[in-house]
């Protein structure tokens, strides 16, 4: 779809599913999944779009998740567990899985803190260097493709609102 059609409507899968379940469960209002379910079915495609470009570095994303969040940091390239679990939104559980199968892949090593023994930092090796930033390149080149149907405003409109979805959901998080 061009840019210029985007004032045309278009009746997609939630439309469809929204009226499927107005016409089994009119009591019910299933308003949300206009914004959830096209998140949720643009997800998908997103991933469907974005895994082929990690696999053909040898990666997945998340392998992904955590070597950049490691490139982000600047040099000498290495953060913390807890900081590399705030960074990725996982547990440092989950971040530890991801660490021991990057470590084993020659991507990252993990080094103690010389000042405190509990702390654990774990660093880019040059060969996860190399690997991040040819990744990089090609991820942000397919996501800027993925997003050629929006013009320049119209994706500077969906992230501001993608932002206050966020929110809300993590007001709605603490609601609770």
């Known amino acids: 779809m061009a840019a210029h059609d985007s004032d045309l409507p278009v009746r997609d899968a939630v439309d469809q599913l929204m009226e ?9 209002d299933v ?5 959830f379910g096209r998140l949720h079915r643009s997800f998908y495609r997103y ?25 982000r940091s600047g040099p000498p390239f290495r953060r913390t567990a807890g900081e590399l679990a705030q960074q990725t939104l996982v547990t440092t559980g989950g971040i530890t899985l991801r660490v021991k199968r990057l470590e084993a892949a020659g991507l990252v090593t993990r080094e103690g803190d010389p000042d405190d023994g509990r702390v654990v930092h774990v ?6 260097l190399a690997v991040i930033d040819a990744v990089v390149e090609d ?29 809300s959901l993590e007001l709605a998080k603490i609601s609770e």
């Open 20 to 28: 499927q379940w107005r016409l089994v469960r009119p009591d019910v």
């Open 31 to 35: 308003s949300a999944m206009a914004v």
């Open 47 to 71: 991933l469907d779009q974005i895994v082929p470009v990690f696999e053909k570095h040898g990666i997945n994303m998340a392998a992904f998740d955590v070597l950049s969040a490691l490139r």
């Open 123 to 128: 660093r880019l090796t040059p060969a996860g």
């Open 139 to 167: 991820h942000f080149r397919n996501e800027r493709r993925m997003l050629e149907g929006l013009s320049e405003a119209e994706q500077r409109e969906l992230a501001r609102l993608l932002s206050r979805v966020e929110l």
